[in-house]
């Protein structure tokens, strides 16, 4: 095990270097962010979105579109054999 990792550390030194800086910066007391503490990060504000009722969808709407389109599929094959009328 500890050769496969010496390898993947001599094929990737870069990539290595730069986790190592990344977890320095990570604990270092000295870098400033870019926001404080109290207010939500740049990735995690882009990843809400601000008009949820653009669409009108809830937490149920794709349940309710499925059931819309339910009228629309073609019945399900059945196992069973057909019933004599």
Do not use: W
């Not at 977890?23 to 870019?34: E, F």
């Not at 009228?71 to 196992?79: A, E, M």
Request: proline residues 9%; charged residues 20%; aromatic residues 8%.
């Amino acid at each position: 095990m500890a050769f496969n990792l010496l390898g993947q550390v001599v094929k990737s030194p870069l990539k290595l270097h730069n986790g190592i800086l990344c977890a320095v910066r990570m604990c270092n007391k000295d870098i400033n962010l870019s926001h404080s503490p109290g207010q939500p990060s740049k990735q995690s504000q882009e990843a809400t979105y601000a008009v949820p009722e653009y669409f009108q969808h809830n937490e149920y709407s794709f349940n309710d579109i499925n059931r819309e389109m339910d009228k629309y599929r073609l019945p399900r094959p059945s196992s069973l054999p057909p019933k004599n009328k």
